[in-house]
């Protein structure tokens, strides 16, 4: 059989490969995003470091992941920070590395805050602790930051920010920076 026709019967398999890898990359995908835990600073020392991946575990808890290693990154909006089970990803071009809790992603920041004068061209995104000038552009005034359940409540006049647990704190998968003046009108909107 000559290489030529060999070619179709590669991308075939490959394609076929990639499906069989994506329905694990979903579950993998879903793993991630149950370890996801805001938390107010992430560490910036190898000892911090190695104390907070202790601490998480991720070796311990069951997942569809091909590795799942300790990550404290910036979400992909700049105003909080994750410590989070994840695949080791490649980031590159000198970015920052965030979490993508919507798809549950350890990935090279997308954020006009991301590019990272410390960082070098490649390294490895459970290493991001080595470049705290990431954590230093995260803005977390509270006024600042709303979510996305209180945009679709909105039109009720409620902003209910409770979770199926009853607390109250806000559902950090949608969370979106906007405005103090958009936040205003948002509340005194839901006043009228």
Known sequence: MKIVEQV?????????????QGVNDSQCHNDVIK???LVENCPVTQIENDIATLRKAC???PNECPTF????VVNRFFNGTYEVCAP???IVLWLCTEFNKGGGVIQGSQHEKGFCRSCPVVYDS????E???CYDRVIRDVENISIKKEYQEFST???????????TTPDSATEEIVTKKDYYYIWLCSIV
């Open 131 to 133: 470049f705290p000038e």
């Open 8 to 20: 179709p019967i590669y991308v075939f398999a490959g394609f076929i490969l990639k499906q069989i």
């Open 69 to 72: 290693e300790y990550h404290c």
């Open 157 to 167: 006049g409620f902003v209910n920010t409770e979770t199926s647990t009853g607390s």
């Open 35 to 37: 370890t996801a835990e």
């Open 88 to 90: 080791i990803k490649q």
């Open 59 to 61: 070796h311990l808890i």
């Open 126 to 129: 459970n290493k991001s602790y």
